[in-house]
């Protein structure tokens, strides 16, 4: 039995989930709870949010997020990915940086016009 606190809401719901039972969900408020801890039992992910380096901008930094979550064991690759990229001002918001960045099958986009 595996213990997951639910984050798809503020309401933070304790979710008990057997691994013996097909990964049965118990504990949760709503039917998101359910998925959530389903998926964390079995393959989490999240949506990469950082910086990247700019040139020609108003700041040194440039906002980037993942279009979509990606595994979690993937997260520091992905964030070793990041250190490389250096953009060149301007950049529009939602420009994708990276495709399919380290085979997620996921972009890396820009966040803010710079």
Avoid at 36 to 60: D, F, K, W
């Amino acid at each position: 039995m595996k213990e997951i606190i639910c984050t798809c809401c503020p309401k933070g719901c304790r979710l008990q989930v057997d691994e013996m039972q097909d990964y049965r969900v118990t504990g949760n408020g709503c039917p998101n709870g359910a998925v959530y801890g389903r998926q964390e039992a079995t393959n989490p992910v999240r949506i990469v949010t950082s910086t990247v380096s700019i040139r020609g901008g108003l700041h040194p930094r440039c906002p980037v997020k993942t279009e979509q979550a990606v595994p979690k064991k993937q997260v520091p690759a992905v964030m070793k990915a990041l250190e490389k990229v250096e953009l060149q001002a301007p950049v529009s918001r939602g420009q994708v940086v990276l495709q399919d960045i380290c085979g997620t099958g996921v972009n890396l986009i820009t966040t803010r016009s710079m």
